[in-house]
């Protein structure tokens, strides 16, 4: 059975209509008064099609509503962010009939890392993103905004111990890589076959617990005078080379 969090907004054009394609349960939305664009008016119609309601309303609301963000004249007000369970994810793998190619998150804590990770792993075909209930940020409005929609389409499962989850997926096949700065050089990274890749903390990394599970470990080799990278950034580099050694 699913789980779901507390209630919660999507914020901007994109994400909304992605929520309405997706079918996700919406209780209202809301729309800048005296906007007539392309984009709001399909927003409309296509939750005048799904008979949800939507009220008109000034911006200073829309502001209140998104708490300050870049709302572009929409905000929906949506019942409670649906959670996968691990199976799901596996499921999403086989209806493609494909092997599973799944995202561990170790402690990510920024809402804008998560969502842009959720939207890479959308444009890499990678089956699911599984994240800590403790220590870790959650989906919220700002992880569906930043993900631009993509969070509707890539299934998120939340588990109690990452540690445990890793062992079982071990027992069912899969081949666990993480990143460190001793690994081998990602470039060379063959992700063919049942794969999760763990994404460490943006300060931390990967805790040493994980790293003592994983088969190998992965490093992004760097020459500049910054020796590091945004977590989402080393995310993407890494999801696109598994992306393309599986020929995709």
Not at 21 to 33: A, L, M, T
Not at 74 to 83: G, P
Not at 126 to 146: D, E, F, N
Not at 159 to 165: M, Y
Request: hydrophobic share 40%; with cysteine.
């Amino acid at each position: 059975m699913k789980e779901q969090k507390t209630d919660d907004f999507v914020i901007g054009r994109h994400p909304a209509m992605a929520a309405l394609k997706s079918g996700q349960d919406i209780n209202k939305v809301f729309v800048q008064s005296g906007l007539k664009s392309d984009a709001i008016q399909e927003i409309v119609s296509a939750a005048k099609k799904r008979s949800i309601v939507v009220s008109q309303v000034p911006k200073t609301k829309l502001d209140l509503l998104s708490d300050g963000q870049n709302h572009q004249g929409v905000v929906l007000a949506v019942a409670a962010f649906q959670y996968a369970e691990l199976e799901d994810l596996f499921e999403a793998a086989a209806k493609k009939d494909e092997d599973p190619f799944f995202l561990i998150l170790d402690g990510i804590e920024d809402p804008h890392n998560l969502g842009s990770i959720l939207r890479t792993a959308d444009a890499a075909g990678v089956h699911g993103i599984i994240i800590p209930k403790r220590r870790a940020v959650q989906l919220t409005s700002t992880v569906a905004k930043t993900s631009t929609g993509a969070v509707e389409y890539v299934p998120v499962c939340r588990v109690t111990n990452l540690a445990q989850t890793v062992d079982e997926l071990k027992q069912r096949g899969l081949w666990i890589f993480g990143t460190d700065m001793k690994g081998h050089d990602f470039r060379k990274w063959d992700a063919k076959g049942p794969t999760a890749l763990v994404i460490g903390n943006e300060g931390k990394g990967i805790s040493s617990l994980l790293k003592k599970k994983c088969d190998e470990m992965l490093t992004i080799p760097m020459i500049g005078h910054v020796q590091s990278l945004n977590a989402s950034v080393a995310a993407s580099l890494l999801i696109y080379q598994g992306f393309t050694s599986r020929g995709k």
